[in-house]
């Protein structure tokens, strides 16, 4: 026998591999099934956005996503100061005391019916630039912008003074530091014009558990006490042509509750002054 017959032999084994196996597959299946679940979830949410929202609110989402327009010129869908409501494409030109881009008057744009927009004459429209601070400085501070909107109807130059959740402008007491102060900034920037005035007030709808609810006694009251301030700061009493209130029949939101529905309206008539 050799010096090598001691060595162990070297055994090599070869794994036959059976044939109809299918082996492994690694993990793209777990992507692909993944991206299948993210597609259905994004249809059922998007099924569920179409039943839960109002047209106007899926005019301002389309809006909101589209290439071509840099401000939504049809709707807003939101429910803040406009509430979701046009900015302008309603019957009148509304112009935001704030966030909503100034813009200078040009042509008027059409109305939902197709009609023109009321235009204002020149002394109107000087006040409502005034107010709002187109071409210049605002009358009205920032902190209060936020409670201002401005609309042009075939009335006249509506100044729309609303509460908001942080900050009511009527409550048990009567008018609020803040309602106090813009009638003030209101009455002043009325001597820009002579035109006649009419107040009208709104408030919320009170829920129906509420005992005792006088909307009709309210919204008058605080018409009143709008009017009385607006003298005080200095308008003429002579120049006052109606004081309304309308009760909860014309919620400004959707909401008939929502404090946003507790809103004045300081109206600057067409025609002749005073």
Sequence with gaps: MGADS?????????????????????????VAYADFVTAMMAFFMLMWLLNATTEEQRKGIADYFSPTIPIARVSGGGDGALAGDTVFAERNRPRMGTGGGRQEAQTAPASDDGREAPVLDAALQSLEEALIGQGGESRVPDRLMRHVVTRVTDEGLVIE???????????????????????????????L??????????????????????????????????????????????????????????????????????????????????
Excluded at 9 to 18: A, F, L, M, W, Y
Excluded at 208 to 220: C, F, K, N, T
Excluded at 241 to 267: C, K, L, Q, W, Y
Aim: aromatic content about 4%.
């Design 161 to 191: 003074l609303f509460s908001l959740p942080d900050a009511p402008l009527y409550d048990a007491q009567g008018p609020t530091a803040t309602l106090r102060t813009l009638a003030g900034i209101v009455a002043r920037a009325a001597g």
């Design 193 to 274: 014009v002579e035109n006649g005035v009419a107040v009208e007030a709104h408030v919320r709808a009170a829920p129906v558990v509420l005992a005792r609810s006088r909307p009709w006694e309210d919204s008058a009251d605080r018409a009143q006490s709008l009017r009385r301030l607006l003298e005080r700061g200095g308008m003429s009493p002579d120049r006052m042509r109606r004081v309304t209130g309308h009760a909860d029949r014309t919620p400004a939101v959707s909401d008939p509750m929502a404090a946003r529905n507790d809103r004045f309206e300081v109206i600057f008539l067409r025609g002749a002054p005073g």
């Design 6 to 30: 001691n060595v162990a032999p070297v055994i090599i084994r070869k794994k036959k591999r059976q044939s109809g196996g299918h082996g492994h597959h690694g993990g793209a299946w777990k």
